[in-house]
């Protein structure tokens, strides 16, 4: 079981993390908010390789059946071992762009709130709140568990999803060994 967590685990982890790094390359992070839902679109689709390694786990481990705790098991694991990478990535890209993402997003924070129509006192509350929000990110300690749970729910879900399907073992049966 330890295998297939490892493994499909890494490569959502590190897949996720690339594309993510990717789009803030290309965008040079102007548009913070639609990079938001590409990367969590993403995401989603990359963790089908949770279902992808309970039915792995499941046709080659227990020859096409399997219970619904086996693959939520599997799944969760799959799910906890890429939102490891993803935050180790995330803090790998941090690190190599100088910590520069947290004042970029902040900066499109304030940039929104120029636009709304706020009395001063309404505007300095928020923005106060945005400061206090970019000090707290600098924590790593308070970091790396935000990163984590960016995918790990999802995950979650996936998992859940994928072990309940999987559970029956006339949905994509094993093949039969020659």
């Given at each position: 079981?330890?295998?297939?967590?490892?493994?499909?685990?890494?490569?959502?982890?590190?897949?996720?993390?690339?594309?993510?790094?990717?789009?803030?390359?290309?965008?040079?992070g102007d548009d913070?908010?639609?990079?938001?839902?590409?990367?969590?679109?993403?995401?989603?689709?990359?963790?089908?390789?949770?279902?992808?390694?309970?039915?792995?786990?499941?046709?080659?481990?227990?020859?096409?059946?399997?219970?619904?705790?086996?693959?939520?098991?599997?799944?969760?694991?799959?799910?906890?071992v890429a939102g490891?990478?993803?935050?180790?990535?995330?803090?790998?890209?941090?690190?190599?762009?100088?910590?520069?993402?947290?004042?970029?997003?902040?900066?499109s924070l304030r940039?929104?709130?120029?636009?709304?129509?706020?009395?001063?006192?309404?505007?300095?509350?928020?923005?106060?709140?945005?400061?206090?929000?970019?000090?707290?990110?600098?924590?790593?300690?308070?970091?790396?568990?935000?990163?984590?749970?960016?995918?790990?729910?999802?995950?979650?879900?996936?998992?859940?999803?994928?072990?309940?399907?999987?559970?029956?073992?006339?949905?994509?049966?094993?093949?039969?060994?020659?």
């Amino acid at each position: 079981m330890l295998r297939y967590t490892f493994i499909y685990g890494a490569i959502i982890g590190m897949v996720v993390i690339a594309f993510m790094v990717a789009v803030l390359a290309v965008q040079g992070g102007d548009d913070v908010f639609s990079s938001e839902l590409a990367g969590y679109a993403v995401m989603l689709a990359v963790l089908s390789l949770v279902f992808v390694g309970i039915k792995r786990f499941r046709d080659i481990e227990y020859g096409g059946v399997i219970t619904f705790v086996q693959g939520a098991g599997v799944g969760i694991g799959i799910s906890a071992v890429a939102g490891l990478f993803y935050a180790i990535g995330w803090e790998f890209f941090l690190y190599a762009t100088d910590f520069a993402f947290i004042e970029t997003y902040s900066n499109s924070l304030r940039a929104e709130i120029d636009e709304q129509a706020l009395s001063s006192s309404e505007r300095a509350a928020k923005l106060a709140e945005i400061d206090a929000g970019a000090a707290m990110y600098r924590n790593p300690l308070i970091r790396l568990p935000i990163t984590f749970i960016e995918i790990f729910p999802v995950g979650v879900a996936v998992a859940l999803v994928s072990a309940l399907i999987l559970r029956n073992s006339k949905v994509l049966p094993a093949k039969a060994r020659s």
